[in-house]
Protein backbone atom coordinates (compact mmCIF):
# COMPACT_ATOMS: atom_id res chain seq x y z
CA UNK A 1 0.00 0.00 0.00
CA UNK A 2 1.35 3.48 -0.74
CA UNK A 3 -1.40 5.49 0.47
CA UNK A 4 -2.18 6.69 -2.79
CA UNK A 5 -5.85 6.57 -3.59
CA UNK A 6 -7.79 6.74 -7.03
CA UNK A 7 -11.38 7.26 -7.44
CA UNK A 8 -13.31 5.54 -9.38
CA UNK A 9 -11.54 1.82 -9.67
CA UNK A 10 -13.00 1.14 -13.05
CA UNK A 11 -15.11 3.31 -15.56
CA UNK A 12 -17.13 2.37 -18.93
CA UNK A 13 -18.27 5.90 -21.02
CA UNK A 14 -19.18 6.29 -24.35
CA UNK A 15 -17.51 8.68 -27.17
CA UNK A 16 -17.65 11.96 -27.21
CA UNK A 17 -18.51 12.18 -23.34
CA UNK A 18 -16.68 13.89 -20.46
CA UNK A 19 -14.84 12.06 -17.54
CA UNK A 20 -13.50 13.42 -14.32
CA UNK A 21 -10.98 10.86 -12.16
CA UNK A 22 -9.77 11.71 -8.72
CA UNK A 23 -6.40 10.83 -6.62
CA UNK A 24 -5.45 11.50 -3.30
CA UNK A 25 -1.44 11.90 -2.85
CA UNK A 26 0.37 10.12 -0.21
CA UNK A 27 0.40 12.53 3.40
CA UNK A 28 3.60 14.55 2.29
CA UNK A 29 3.80 14.56 -1.27
CA UNK A 30 3.31 17.65 -3.19
CA UNK A 31 3.41 16.81 -6.62
CA UNK A 32 1.49 14.67 -8.10
CA UNK A 33 2.03 13.17 -11.93
CA UNK A 34 -0.81 10.99 -14.40
CA UNK A 35 -0.26 8.49 -16.56
CA UNK A 36 -2.21 6.59 -19.28
CA UNK A 37 -0.94 3.04 -19.68
CA UNK A 38 -2.49 1.06 -22.31
CA UNK A 39 -2.25 -2.60 -22.28
CA UNK A 40 1.04 -4.01 -23.06
CA UNK A 41 2.96 -0.64 -22.92
CA UNK A 42 4.87 1.41 -20.23
CA UNK A 43 2.75 4.36 -19.13
CA UNK A 44 2.77 7.59 -20.90
CA UNK A 45 3.32 10.79 -19.01
CA UNK A 46 0.44 13.05 -19.22
CA UNK A 47 0.99 15.80 -16.99
CA UNK A 48 2.40 16.70 -13.64
CA UNK A 49 1.25 19.12 -11.21
CA UNK A 50 3.49 20.49 -8.06
CA UNK A 51 1.86 22.94 -5.65
CA UNK A 52 -1.37 23.67 -7.72
CA UNK A 53 0.19 24.42 -10.44
CA UNK A 54 0.94 22.13 -14.22
CA UNK A 55 4.71 21.45 -14.12
CA UNK A 56 5.28 19.71 -17.64
CA UNK A 57 3.36 17.95 -20.19
CA UNK A 58 3.62 15.30 -21.98
CA UNK A 59 2.31 14.82 -25.84
CA UNK A 60 -1.66 14.58 -25.26
CA UNK A 61 -4.41 17.11 -26.34
CA UNK A 62 -5.64 19.91 -24.47
CA UNK A 63 -8.95 18.07 -24.22
CA UNK A 64 -6.79 16.46 -21.36
CA UNK A 65 -6.91 18.63 -18.21
CA UNK A 66 -5.98 18.24 -14.45
CA UNK A 67 -6.45 20.56 -11.20
CA UNK A 68 -4.49 19.76 -8.28
CA UNK A 69 -5.93 21.34 -4.58
CA UNK A 70 -4.95 22.97 -2.12
CA UNK A 71 -4.64 19.51 -0.04
CA UNK A 72 -2.73 17.94 -3.41
CA UNK A 73 -5.08 15.92 -4.57
CA UNK A 74 -5.20 16.01 -7.86
CA UNK A 75 -8.28 15.56 -10.77
CA UNK A 76 -7.50 14.65 -14.44
CA UNK A 77 -10.52 15.37 -16.61
CA UNK A 78 -10.82 14.23 -20.68
CA UNK A 79 -13.24 16.01 -22.70
CA UNK A 80 -14.81 14.71 -25.49
CA UNK A 81 -13.69 10.88 -25.24
CA UNK A 82 -12.28 8.65 -27.94
CA UNK A 83 -11.95 4.73 -28.57
CA UNK A 84 -8.20 5.15 -27.79
CA UNK A 85 -8.80 6.65 -24.53
CA UNK A 86 -9.68 3.32 -23.34
CA UNK A 87 -6.77 2.58 -20.47
CA UNK A 88 -5.60 2.32 -17.12
CA UNK A 89 -4.94 5.73 -15.68
CA UNK A 90 -2.14 5.84 -13.02
CA UNK A 91 -1.50 8.65 -10.70
CA UNK A 92 1.71 8.72 -8.88
CA UNK A 93 2.62 11.53 -6.18
CA UNK A 94 5.89 12.53 -4.72
CA UNK A 95 7.80 14.99 -3.15
CA UNK A 96 8.82 17.99 -5.18
CA UNK A 97 10.88 17.68 -8.48
CA UNK A 98 14.25 19.03 -7.83
CA UNK A 99 15.47 15.40 -8.72
CA UNK A 100 16.76 12.52 -6.33
CA UNK A 101 15.54 9.85 -4.52
CA UNK A 102 12.55 12.25 -3.32
CA UNK A 103 11.87 12.24 -6.34
CA UNK A 104 10.42 8.83 -6.46
CA UNK A 105 6.84 7.97 -7.63
CA UNK A 106 4.39 6.20 -5.39
CA UNK A 107 1.16 5.04 -7.33
CA UNK A 108 -2.04 4.40 -7.03
CA UNK A 109 -3.92 1.39 -8.17
CA UNK A 110 -5.46 3.02 -10.80
CA UNK A 111 -8.88 3.47 -12.80
CA UNK A 112 -9.37 1.53 -15.85
CA UNK A 113 -11.71 3.29 -18.57
CA UNK A 114 -13.64 1.80 -21.23
CA UNK A 115 -14.81 4.08 -23.75
CA UNK A 116 -17.63 2.16 -26.23
CA UNK B 1 14.15 11.73 -28.21
CA UNK B 2 14.00 10.49 -25.50
CA UNK B 3 13.61 6.51 -26.21
CA UNK B 4 14.02 3.72 -23.32
CA UNK B 5 14.90 0.65 -24.52
CA UNK B 6 13.87 -2.58 -22.83
CA UNK B 7 13.57 -6.44 -24.35
CA UNK B 8 9.86 -6.97 -24.30
CA UNK B 9 9.55 -10.46 -22.62
CA UNK B 10 12.33 -13.20 -20.75
CA UNK B 11 11.87 -16.10 -19.39
CA UNK B 12 13.76 -17.67 -16.60
CA UNK B 13 13.61 -20.54 -14.30
CA UNK B 14 12.93 -20.80 -10.78
CA UNK B 15 16.31 -20.24 -8.31
CA UNK B 16 18.13 -19.02 -11.05
CA UNK B 17 18.90 -14.94 -11.67
CA UNK B 18 18.12 -12.77 -14.60
CA UNK B 19 19.33 -9.62 -15.70
CA UNK B 20 16.89 -7.33 -17.63
CA UNK B 21 18.69 -4.59 -19.96
CA UNK B 22 17.49 -0.66 -20.28
CA UNK B 23 19.43 1.74 -22.67
CA UNK B 24 18.12 5.58 -22.88
CA UNK B 25 19.77 8.81 -24.68
CA UNK B 26 22.11 9.79 -22.25
CA UNK B 27 21.82 13.72 -23.03
CA UNK B 28 20.25 15.78 -20.09
CA UNK B 29 20.57 11.90 -17.90
CA UNK B 30 19.29 13.04 -14.64
CA UNK B 31 18.23 9.95 -12.53
CA UNK B 32 16.95 5.88 -13.36
CA UNK B 33 13.86 4.21 -11.70
CA UNK B 34 13.20 0.56 -11.66
CA UNK B 35 9.62 -0.51 -11.18
CA UNK B 36 7.63 -3.71 -11.37
CA UNK B 37 3.92 -3.97 -12.33
CA UNK B 38 2.05 -7.32 -11.83
CA UNK B 39 -0.87 -7.82 -14.03
CA UNK B 40 -3.79 -5.19 -13.28
CA UNK B 41 -1.75 -3.95 -10.66
CA UNK B 42 0.16 -0.27 -10.10
CA UNK B 43 3.89 0.11 -10.47
CA UNK B 44 5.91 -0.30 -7.47
CA UNK B 45 9.50 1.33 -7.27
CA UNK B 46 12.11 -1.08 -6.68
CA UNK B 47 15.38 1.05 -7.36
CA UNK B 48 17.05 4.64 -8.29
CA UNK B 49 20.36 5.35 -9.87
CA UNK B 50 22.02 8.22 -10.63
CA UNK B 51 25.65 7.93 -10.36
CA UNK B 52 27.40 4.54 -11.82
CA UNK B 53 27.50 1.76 -9.86
CA UNK B 54 25.59 -1.27 -8.31
CA UNK B 55 22.92 -0.54 -5.69
CA UNK B 56 21.92 -3.72 -4.12
CA UNK B 57 18.63 -4.35 -2.08
CA UNK B 58 17.91 -7.60 -0.89
CA UNK B 59 17.94 -10.11 -4.15
CA UNK B 60 17.36 -7.37 -6.46
CA UNK B 61 20.22 -5.09 -7.50
CA UNK B 62 20.39 -2.14 -10.38
CA UNK B 63 23.33 -1.37 -12.22
CA UNK B 64 23.88 2.54 -14.23
CA UNK B 65 26.39 2.94 -16.52
CA UNK B 66 25.50 7.08 -17.37
CA UNK B 67 28.40 6.88 -19.99
CA UNK B 68 26.89 4.19 -21.87
CA UNK B 69 23.12 5.51 -21.03
CA UNK B 70 22.94 1.61 -19.71
CA UNK B 71 21.31 0.37 -16.72
CA UNK B 72 20.36 -3.40 -15.65
CA UNK B 73 17.92 -5.08 -13.08
CA UNK B 74 19.26 -8.42 -11.88
CA UNK B 75 16.91 -10.79 -10.09
CA UNK B 76 18.42 -13.63 -7.67
CA UNK B 77 16.87 -16.69 -6.74
CA UNK B 78 14.00 -16.30 -8.55
CA UNK B 79 10.71 -17.03 -7.17
CA UNK B 80 7.31 -17.72 -9.24
CA UNK B 81 5.59 -14.08 -7.01
CA UNK B 82 8.92 -12.44 -9.64
CA UNK B 83 6.80 -12.89 -12.41
CA UNK B 84 6.00 -9.45 -13.76
CA UNK B 85 6.75 -6.73 -15.77
CA UNK B 86 9.37 -4.06 -15.38
CA UNK B 87 9.95 -0.68 -15.76
CA UNK B 88 12.54 1.22 -16.41
CA UNK B 89 12.07 4.65 -16.34
CA UNK B 90 14.27 8.01 -16.51
CA UNK B 91 14.29 11.39 -15.43
CA UNK B 92 15.56 14.01 -18.08
CA UNK B 93 17.38 17.21 -16.83
CA UNK B 94 15.66 19.13 -19.92
CA UNK B 95 11.95 19.10 -18.83
CA UNK B 96 11.61 17.09 -15.35
CA UNK B 97 9.56 14.45 -16.86
CA UNK B 98 9.70 10.72 -15.90
CA UNK B 99 9.53 8.60 -19.13
CA UNK B 100 9.16 5.02 -18.89
CA UNK B 101 9.76 2.31 -21.28
CA UNK B 102 7.01 -0.01 -22.72
CA UNK B 103 8.09 -2.63 -19.88
CA UNK B 104 9.87 -5.92 -19.93
CA UNK B 105 7.54 -8.89 -19.09
CA UNK B 106 9.34 -11.73 -17.01
CA UNK B 107 7.77 -15.28 -17.24
CA UNK B 108 9.09 -17.56 -14.27
CA UNK B 109 8.87 -21.45 -14.79
CA UNK B 110 9.06 -23.85 -12.14
Known amino acids: ETGVTQSPTHLIKTRGQQVTLRCSSQ?????VSWYQQALGQGPQFIFQ???????GRGNFPPRFSGLQFPNYSSELNVNALELDDSALYLC???????????????FGPGTRLLVL | GQNIDQPTEMTATEGAIVQINCTYQ??????LFWYQQHAGEAPTFLSY????GLEEKGRFSSFLSRSKGYSYLLLKELQMKDSASYLC???????????FGKGTRLHILP
Open chain 1, 92 to 106: ASSWGTSGGLEETQY
Open chain 1, 27 to 31: SGHNT
Open chain 1, 49 to 55: YYREEEN
Open chain 2, 89 to 99: AVKWRRDDKII
Open chain 2, 26 to 31: TSGFNG
Open chain 2, 49 to 52: NVLD
